[in-house]
């Protein structure tokens, strides 16, 4: 069994003295995992940390085995993030959710969604509003997607202003009135793409999915959502403050 | 293949870093057969090693005092304090002969993944040693790794509020190092933090 594509690194453990074992995330396989013999190396270590790309080579006898893996250094995300905390919580927190992607399952969309994060980071003000639809991507593909195309109460598609914390529907703002102080507010960004994401709203949009993800997706398997997450948060709360 | 005594030692030494159970057969064979000149002195200091190594309180490093050598010292600055990971990053500083102040010994860095939160760290004891009038400047000297980095930044923020200076380790080409022998993290780390 053999297999050879671009993937992210998300995660890199040592095994042993030398050997390491990562979890990569790629289009065509999903999350794998294997072990990288010389991963703690001096040369390998560089490479093998969480937010870098790779070219990787899957190799195992059977299917079910653990397999190890080689690979050649792709863009150094990790590198170019590492001196600026926003980045470098952003990149950590986006590795850490993709944990909870399964095994070996192709998630094509939400691999590109991730590229497009990548490739625009350094721009706070693209690639803050996009990890918010990276987690937006990431609560669909696990089967809890939001359904933001109209109100849960009316049917309506216009003045959509709030989400319902149970249902995960939007609420327009007529039917939301009753009810303000038990729902989330629905960030203009994520319903127009072209529109303005201001601190205030990404925290907004952080908070509805991090509502979410803590409820639907961490919390059935006993897990909390990532400190790489909170302290994202924080950053972002101390931007905001200055 | 021996006695059960000769056995656990094998097995005690092939757990050492760098040792494997072959190896370790060999080392014991080696002590056996030169037991006044290495087996009685090794045992002898292993003992010493055992009853008199201790934590520093102030520093978290190991040695044979509280507070150890480096914080009694007179000669050093006592208004730098270099915060490393762990006592071996404090070695190798050491060794290298780069600070001239005091350490402070982390013991790890934050991590998600093996459950270490601030309140698993030495962080405490930094803030503590913060607060006194005659430190100046804190110099964070954690890994370039992703969780050292981060580490690096939670101890920023948490020394937001004091009036210290706070630096940190530049990252860049290695003294030797050859451009096109570099990987892309280090060549872009230097270009960051170039001067």
Known sequence: MQWTADALIIDCRPHGESSAIIDVFSRQHGRYMGLVRGGNSRRLRPILQPGNMAQVTWRARLSEHLGTMTLDAGRAYAAEALSDPLLLSGVSSMCAMLQVTSERQAHPRLYDTVMVLLEELGEAEVWLPLLVRFEMALLEEVGFGLDLSCCAATGVTTELTHVSPRSGRAVSLTAAQPYLDQLFDLPNFLLNAQAEAPLEEILAGFTLTGHFLERRVYLPIQLVLPPARQRLIDNIRRLLKN | ?195
């Not at chain 2, 870093?17 to 057969?33: E, I, K, N």
């Not at chain 2, 982390?106 to 930094?126: F, H, I, K, Q, Y």
């Open chain 2, 1 to 195: 293949m021996a006695g059960q005594e000769i056995e656990d030692l094998v097995k005690y030494l092939a757990r050492l870093p760098g040792l494997g159970p072959r190896s370790a057969r060999r080392a014991v064979l080696q002590l056996m057969r030169r037991r006044e000149s290495l087996l009685d002195p090794l045992s002898d200091a292993l003992q010493a090693a055992r009853d008199n190594v201790k934590t520093c309180s102030s520093c978290g490093t190991i040695d044979t005092r509280d507070p150890c050598t480096i914080c009694t010292d007179p000669r050093r600055d006592e208004s730098v304090i270099c915060v490393v990971e762990d006592v071996g990053d404090l070695w190798a500083l050491e060794r290298a002969q780069a600070m001239k102040g005091r350490y402070h010994v982390l013991g790890g860095c934050l991590s998600a993944l093996d459950g270490v939160g601030p309140e698993e760290l030495n962080m405490s004891g930094l803030r503590s040693r913060c607060a006194k009038p005659e430190v100046s400047e804190i110099i964070i000297a954690t890994n370039a790794t992703v969780e050292g980095q981060t580490t690096a930044h939670y101890i920023m923020d948490m020394l937001d509020d004091t009036p210290l200076k706070v630096t940190r380790l530049a990252h860049g080409v290695p003294v030797g190092g050859e451009l096109d022998y570099l990987d892309d993290g280090t060549l872009i780390a230097a270009m960051k933090s170039r001067r």
